[in-house]
């Protein structure tokens, strides 16, 4: 539990302020901030720093494909009374002359009066794709923006696609490895449906709607395809209060497996790590997990050679 985590409270006092006083930031080196890796028992990412008791994070932890960015979003000013900063702003940190600055916020979103959220990295690293609110008293009216690296910065952000965005609500979720996006839309219907588009030759291709596997009886509140399509993690509930993640296998014929019940529950938003080697996830602030869990509970009788890239099923 969040407001539990008794061992860095220390921490989060010395570094409360820290987004207005950079200058008081401890000095951070190393991969994931220099956090101690966590094991099977899910730990709260970089708590006091990313993951603040009085802040309200909303996303996973999106570092880039080198590790030298994360990005994630937060409110720092939930608990105050101004409605003017109550804004979800997106939030970022690099590394300088090795060590990780202070968070600042995401320069491309510093004028917006809109909130943004959910970051996902290409998998170059070379556009950074976010959820864009277009009404910023409307939480359920969001298109799909992205935004370039231009040097050592970022361009200013622009719809991701006609074919994407449209007059409902789209849901950004995950880029895969050959840059194809997985993301939800709300057709006026009581549950999100999963949709594909891929890239071919820069440009996105006409949305399809994904099958069963995708879309099932249950809510699914977020969706993670792995980089190489093989798996897929799944945030999904009945009741809307809380969430369970189930993970199934590509198999050889293309199909998937049934779904299988993970040991974890979470809030939404996914994210891996570069490595794949931890799966960032919302929990009461921003959570990881070792993702060895992944391979354990693949059935054995999977065809590990096989791949193909039959997403209707």
């Known amino acids: ?103 600042q916020i995401a320069p491309f979103t510093k004028n917006l009066n809109v909130p943004v959220q959910r970051p996902v990295f290409s998998p170059d690293g070379s556009k950074l794709y976010i959820e864009y609110f277009r009404d910023p008293n409307n939480d359920s009216d969001t298109d799909i923006f992205v935004v370039e690296r231009i040097g050592e910065g970022w361009s200013e952000p622009v719809p991701v696609s006609p074919l994407i965005n449209s007059p409902a609500t789209e849901r950004l979720h995950c880029v895969t490895a050959d840059g194809s996006l997985y993301f939800t839309r709300n057709l006026m219907t009581r549950n999100e449906e999963i949709f594909i588009s891929r890239l071919v030759n820069g440009a996105f291709t006409e949305p399809e709607k994904l099958g069963e596997s995708y879309n099932s009886d249950a809510y699914e509140v977020v969706i993670l395809i792995a980089p190489d399509e093989k798996y897929m993690l799944i945030g999904q509930t009945k009741d809307r209060r809380s969430s369970e993640l189930n993970i199934c296998y590509k198999k050889a ?35 990881w997990v070792n993702t060895s869990f992944i391979d354990e509970l693949k059935p054995q009788n999977l065809n590990k050679k096989g791949r193909h890239n039959n997403t209707n099923n």
């Open 253 to 287: 014929d293309g199909t998937w497996t049934d779904r299988i019940k993970t040991p974890y529950s979470c809030g939404g938003f996914l994210a891996l790590s570069p490595d794949g080697k931890y799966l960032f996830f919302l929990q009461e602030g921003i959570c």
């Open 1 to 103: 539990m969040k407001k539990a985590v008794s061992i860095f409270c220390l921490l989060a006092l010395t570094v409360t302020n820290l987004f207005s006083q950079p200058s008081d930031f401890p000095k951070l080196t190393g991969p994931y901030l220099g956090q101690k890796p966590p094991g099977k028992i899910p730990e709260l990412f970089a708590p006091g720093i990313i993951s603040v008791d009085d802040n309200f994070e909303h996303s996973a932890a999106a570092f880039s494909p080198d590790n030298s960015e994360v990005f994630w979003c937060t409110n720092i000013n939930w608990y105050t009374d101004k409605p003017g900063e109550r804004i979800l702003r997106l939030y970022y940190m690099k590394i300088v002359d090795g060590k990780w600055t202070a968070p």
